[in-house]
């Protein structure tokens, strides 16, 4: 039997328009115009945002370690964050000597859970980080109103929620500190790369300070640094990707947001499924599509992905508990994140998928259910 084509989990969309700005750059981005692009992405992406300050970053876990170093979070300390996570949110709290404690997840967001959160605060607790998995949004204001009464500042980590809005603010807007990914595999995308982005104008002083070796922009001694900083920039040729991908960006949401519907269309009325909520008040972007089978489906990640298999598309499982990986302490009260993982799959959701595409992966997943 011949092998149907692959479908990919997920791939950029890159046209002539990024082609030709990472051209330029390769050409004429050197001497005095070394950071022509990177200053042009920052602006522009902070206005995007609808915040001051934007600093491009190497990667979002760059960001991430910056934002909690120039928080002064270090050895004792505790951030509260979700079980259901990627490890690069919790890398940088341990890059600082702090430790990661992990909260459960709300079963319908799959999104650090208030409450839960507010229970697990300590003396210790010197910040929350509210993870947008997947692009569905956390209740931001649950968690600002927890953060505000407990003096305990909030970090957004918005690297999968690109294109999605809280109530009229911008995923990555709202709290101390926001957190974004450019990975090849985001909605938009610098091939690697990442944003740091805040309303505070000295945290967003002291991270630039940080982010250049510790020399301030004050600073008139040549190669003085001022602190022991970090090497986390953005080159300027992938920062004229950025630019190319962020004039795209509605293009690009609308894009995701439209094979989510379709997804929605031919699997979100199926017995015992549940995909990505989009409450009242709130735009998903929709990054990753994702499906959630009830326990009496009977469906298994394991059984889903090896269907996927033989039907030549990639599959891309949810995220297991940090807290069951072996390199923290083990949660098993966190039943919800502990549940979810074993029956949930990511869906291809690459920009340029066809409708017979999407179709293959729903009639997978019907066939799968017998149906």
Not at 8 to 16: L, V
Not at 37 to 45: C, D, L, M, V
């Amino acid at each position: 039997m011949t092998m149907q084509p692959k479908i990919h989990y997920t791939k950029p969309s890159i046209t002539e328009l990024e082609i030709r700005y990472a051209t330029d750059a390769a050409a004429n981005g050197w001497g005095e115009l070394c950071y022509a692009y990177i200053s042009r992405f920052e602006s522009e992406f902070a206005s995007y945002l609808g915040v001051p300050h934007a600093i491009a970053t190497s990667s979002c876990t760059g960001a991430l370690h910056m934002g909690l170093a120039a928080l002064g979070i270090g050895p004792g300390d505790e951030v509260l964050l979700a079980d259901t996570n990627w490890i690069a949110t919790a890398a940088p709290i341990t890059y600082l000597g702090a430790t990661p404690v992990f909260a459960d997840v709300l079963p319908d967001s799959w999104c650090l859970d208030p409450a839960r959160a507010e229970q697990a605060i300590t003396p210790r607790t010197k910040a929350i980080i509210a993870t947008h998995i997947y692009g569905n949004l956390c209740d931001m204001d649950a968690l600002l109103s927890i953060g505000a009464s407990r003096g305990i500042p909030v970090i957004e980590d918005s690297a999968e929620a690109i294109g999605s809005i809280y109530r009229g603010s911008r995923a990555g807007s709202m709290g101390r500190f926001g957190a974004f990914s450019f990975h090849g595999t985001k909605t938009m995308t610098t091939g690697e790369g990442g944003m740091f982005v805040t309303s505070d104008p000295l945290l967003h002083e002291h991270v630039l300070t940080l982010s250049n070796h510790g020399r301030s922009r004050t600073q008139t001694k040549q190669f003085w640094p001022d602190m022991v900083g970090f090497k986390y920039k953005m080159s300027n040729v992938q920062a004229a990707i950025g630019c190319a991908q962020l004039e795209r960006i509605e293009e690009l949401t609308l894009r995701k947001r439209e094979i989510f519907a379709k997804y929605r269309r031919a699997l979100g009325s199926l017995p015992g499924v549940s995909m990505n909520p989009e409450p009242d008040g709130t735009r998903n972007g929709y990054w990753m599509p994702t499906v959630v089978f009830a326990p009496e489906t009977g469906l298994t990640r394991d059984r889903l992905t090896a269907l996927f298999k033989e039907q030549n598309i990639d599959a891309r499982v949810f995220f297991s508990p940090l807290s069951a990986l072996g390199l923290f302490a083990a949660q098993p009260e966190n039943t919800v994140a502990g549940d979810l993982a074993g029956r949930a799959i990511n869906l291809p959701s690459y920009h340029d998928m066809t409708d017979e595409d999407i179709e293959r992966v729903a009639t997978t997943i019907r066939g799968a259910m017998g149906l």
